[in-house]
């Protein structure tokens, strides 16, 4: 099992960065890649990026590169989401997710979820 809780949320101006958190605990890291997904409003629920917890290697949805970095932290058993540049559009709650194996931007793969948490970008 795993289990994660994100924090770091709230509302911020467009241009403005932001850092959301997630920390992870439970059971082995062996194979464990980290995701953030978004969820705006009637919107579906979709693929921010990636990290594989083993190396830390990243992997992001084209609208974001440039803007967003993930990162992990092993000594704190936490991923972070930077988030610079914010636009409105990236108004939506995030979530922390987990899966074992190889990198997936599909929700459906994932097997562990947090509760989320409101990044608000007004204009």
């Known amino acids: 099992q795993v289990q994660l809780v994100e924090s770091g949320g709230g509302l911020v101006q467009a241009g403005d960065s932001l850092r959301v958190s997630c920390a992870v605990s439970?059971?082995?890291?062996?194979?464990?890649?980290m995701g953030w997904f978004r969820q705006g409003p009637g919107k579906d629920r979709e693929f921010v990026a990636a990290i594989r917890w083993s190396d830390g290697d990243p992997y992001y949805v084209d609208s974001v590169k440039g803007r967003f970095s993930i990162s992990r932290d092993s000594a704190k058993n936490t991923v972070y989401l930077q988030m610079n540049s914010l636009k409105p559009e990236d108004t939506a709650v995030y979530y922390c997710?987990?899966?074992?194996?190889?990198?997936?931007?599909?929700?459906?793969?994932?097997?562990?979820w947090g509760q989320g948490t409101q990044v608000t970008v007004s204009s």
């Open positions: 439970g059971s082995i890291f062996s194979r464990l890649i």
């Open positions: 997710a987990a899966r074992r194996g190889l990198y997936a931007n599909v929700a459906s793969l994932y097997d562990y």
